[in-house]
């Protein structure tokens, strides 16, 4: 089956979702996705087990988005950072251009919440050539992000000329791909994707795995396929209650991450996004995360763990606290809890 029937036979109404689970409350499902749109492909529901799943929590509705009285609906200011409509420059170096308003599966924790898979996200030829026009004109712009919504959403041609304009802008040096694809729809990375990708070199794709029953054999192929294609490939994971907030969980999302070849980059705290605080943790969360994870297993596996700061401050790393005394000596707990110290009076 070709991934665009598979995405034609996505679940999108919550009758055929009680069909299954009769617990589920399809009468909720259907008037939260009246306002947040669902989409579960054939593929992802595949891996859902029961409704306490940490794939069911990613993928099905929840009443909790409706009633949520905390969070903004851009919280990261992108739209007033935006330059071009669905380009975000926020930083000097790089920008966040937005492609597609499509997605595999619509996560219920996006933090493009407010217009993902929605009539309120406008993109056509003429919003890619207002971005790249503005990519032309800014020379301080070396290295352009491509997300959405999924770019790997689009046909092969679209994708293909949107690299090209891309990578024919000179002050260009890298491209990057945010991608949810090859964990929620991982047959849609084709080999004659890769064949096309491979042509926009150097070319480094994120993807986002959240849950360590998310790395099937499926998505190792299509890791494994990418990265033969020689895209070097990191993963984007968010931090989410009741999904992945423990350090077992994570320490086997990660070591897995690494056995399919995929180099663990970010381990976000979840933005303030109007419908998805009854996913967040506490910061606390993440840095006792971080605390069993360094040290105690590959640096390889490691994340940078950051919070992104609301208003459009940007990602700020946060480390759990080594260091007890500074002064002539830098005194320090190690990753053991043992103290060490460093003479620093040179
Ligand atoms: C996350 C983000 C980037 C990329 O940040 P890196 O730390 O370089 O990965 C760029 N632009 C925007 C608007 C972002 O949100
Ligand atoms: S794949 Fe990314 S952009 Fe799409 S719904 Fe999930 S988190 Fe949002």
């Not at 006792?288 to 609301?310: R, W, Y």
Request: positive net charge; charged residues 20%; glycine residues 8%.
């Amino acid at each position: 089956m070709s991934w665009q029937s598979l995405l034609a036979d996505s679940l999108t109404s919550a009758a055929e979702i009680s069909r299954r689970f009769p617990a589920a409350d399809s009468g909720v499902i259907e008037e939260v996705s009246r306002q947040y749109p669902m989409r579960i492909n054939p593929y992802y529901w595949g891996l859902i087990k029961d409704i306490a799943d940490p794939l069911w929590r990613q993928a099905v509705p929840s009443s909790l988005e409706l009633k949520d009285m905390v969070c903004e609906a851009d919280p990261l200011a992108e739209e007033k950072l935006s330059p071009a409509v669905n380009l975000v420059h926020k930083y000097p170096d790089r920008v966040l251009f937005l492609v597609s308003s499509q997605c595999a599966m619509y996560c219920r924790f996006c933090t493009r919440k407010r217009k993902v898979g929605t009539a309120a996200m406008v993109i056509d030829d003429a919003t890619i050539a207002l971005g790249l026009d503005y990519i032309r004109r800014t020379p301080a712009i070396r290295d352009v992000l491509i997300s959405g919504g999924d770019p790997l959403l689009l046909s092969d041609e679209r994708l293909e000329w949107i690299l090209a304009g891309v990578r024919a802008i000179p002050h260009v040096d890298i491209i990057r791909i945010g991608t949810r694809v090859p964990c929620v729809l991982p047959m849609r990375v084709s080999h004659r994707l890769c064949v096309m990708l491979k042509r926009y070199h150097p070319l480094y794709i994120n993807t986002h795995f959240n849950h360590p029953a998310e790395l099937t054999t499926e998505a190792a192929s299509a890791c494994g396929r990418l990265a033969d294609a020689g895209i070097p490939l990191g993963c984007q994971t968010v931090l989410l209650r009741g999904v992945n907030d423990n350090s077992e969980v994570i320490k086997a999302l990660l070591r897995g991450l690494l056995r399919i070849r995929v180099r663990p980059y970010y381990l976000f705290q979840g933005d303030m996004t109007r419908g998805t605080d009854h996913f967040r943790t506490r910061i606390d969360t993440g840095l006792t995360i971080m605390k069993s994870l360094i040290g105690h297993i590959s640096g390889m596996a490691i994340p940078h763990f950051a919070v992104d700061a609301p208003g459009g401050g940007g990602k700020i790393p946060l480390l759990p606290d080594y260091v007890i005394s500074r002064g002539e000596k830098l005194v320090f707990n190690n990753y053991c809890g043992e103290i060490c110290s460093y003479p620093d009076g040179y």
